[in-house]
């Protein structure tokens, strides 16, 4: 043991280049793990299955948008008229902006959570470098954790596009008021979803029997 | 030989006896530091496996398993949802047209439940897999603070060590004393 203090001299020396080398290898492992083919494939995937559950909601709204037209130029006899192909462009260009917005908001999302891990990355980086200097480690990392949970929990929604076809809602609206008034004159109130016919024959109260799953036969 | 001289050699042999005690607290010292220093670094190691578990967990983290965890989770709801979900469609009586229509839309409904369980689990999946790495991330920082506080407490203790190891101070005393005698009496 030689004297003025060479022996705790060497031991910090030693010590001070363990945590070199730890934080170099800690952080070149961290940038590895973010930087990696399967973490880039994540975001991918994840771009993927929110622009499909986007797309999927849209072509349901599609759908009944489809329909609900067919239905409401029907009542009016505008079926195959101008109003019939404007009403048509009206719900293509809805329809296309119901996927341009799928895409920007799948494609935000998968930015966000890119930026997340990005946040995450320096902060592992940060409880790496800190070693032994915990006390601030300790907070810097229940820190990031509320900041975690909060972005994850704004990531987890599943986005909603809204209704992409409300655009449309004259028609209907126009229609159903021109139905209630046909109503009204003849005198007769209909129930139900689906209109005042059912294979070309009132359908009111009364008129049907039903059997429930479970129940007894019931008239509605 | 006379009484200068007499002094000189006590006093040399006080001083050398002094420098030897100093000379040993100051190794003591060393050493108490050396050791604490030694324990910091027991700390540190354990530290630094602890952040490499941390990354090797991170590294092997993937979104495969919540994703499962969820599609399962919304299957069975799903499924005991399912009476009620499809009531409407299981009347009878209401025609053979009815029925046919009935029965092929009863298929679209879990097609399309279950295309859509599938599609909300993989947005759900990234999301909770990062929720988890969160969790990892703030159990290890509770683990370096619990490592750090041990290193800060044995940072003091070392201190402490390292301060109570002091020369003797009735040699040092001595020592001066006989200094002081010596150039008097050589003086004379």
Do not use: H
Not at chain 1, 30 to 42: V, W
Not at chain 1, 192 to 205: D, H, V
Not at chain 2, 79 to 96: C, E, P
């Amino acid at each position: 043991m030689c004297g003025g203090g060479g022996s705790a001299a060497k031991a910090a020396q030693q010590q001070e280049a363990a945590r070199q080398a730890g934080i170099t290898q800690a952080v070149g492992q961290i940038n590895s793990i973010y930087g990696s083919p399967q973490r880039q494939q994540q975001y991918t995937d994840f771009q993927n299955a929110m622009q499909a559950y986007n797309l999927n909601q849209l072509d349901k709204q599609k759908t009944d948008a489809d329909r609900n037209l067919n239905f409401a130029l029907a009542r009016q006899g505008l079926t195959g008229g101008s109003a019939d192909a404007d009403a048509s462009a009206n719900l293509a260009k809805d329809y296309n902006q119901g996927v341009l917005k799928s895409e920007q908001a799948a494609s935000s999302a998968a930015s966000q959570l890119q930026a997340q891990d990005q946040a995450q990355k320096q902060q592992l980086i940060g409880l790496a470098e800190s070693g032994l200097d915990a006390t601030s480690a300790s907070n810097q990392a229940l820190t990031g954790l509320q900041t975690n949970l909060a972005n994850a929990m704004a990531q987890g929604q599943a986005q909603d596009l809204g209704d992409m076809f409300s655009g449309l809602a004259n028609y209907y609206t126009n229609s159903q008021q021109a139905d209630a008034y046909r109503k009204s004159l003849n005198g007769t109130q209909t129930y139900g979803l689906f209109g005042p016919t059912l294979n070309g024959q009132y359908i009111g109260p009364g008129s049907l029997s039903v059997q429930w799953p479970g129940q007894n036969t019931t008239n509605i | 030989m006379g009484a200068g001289a007499a002094a000189g050699y006590i006093a040399a042999a006080i001083a050398a006896a002094s420098a030897v005690d100093q000379n040993q607290t100051m190794r003591r010292q060393d050493a108490d530091a050396a050791a604490g220093i030694r324990q910091n670094m027991a700390l540190q190691q354990d530290a630094n496996k602890k952040i490499a578990n941390t990354i090797q967990q991170q590294a092997a983290s993937n979104p495969a398993n919540a994703q499962a965890s969820q599609m399962d989770q919304y299957l069975q709801q799903l499924q005991q949802q399912q009476q009620l979900a499809q009531q409407r469609l299981a009347r009878t009586g209401l025609g053979d047209a009815y029925n046919q229509w009935a029965a092929r839309d009863a298929g679209d409904v879990n097609d399309y439940s279950t295309k859509l369980a599938g599609l909300m689990s993989a947005v759900d999946a990234p999301s909770l897999q990062r929720q988890q790495e969160g969790y990892t991330l703030g159990d290890l920082g509770t683990e370096l603070g619990i490592i750090g506080g041990d290193a800060a407490g044995n940072q003091y203790v070392t201190g402490q060590q390292v301060a109570n190891q002091r020369p003797n101070p009735w040699l040092q005393a001595a020592a001066q004393g006989a200094k002081a005698y010596a150039s008097g009496a050589g003086g004379k």
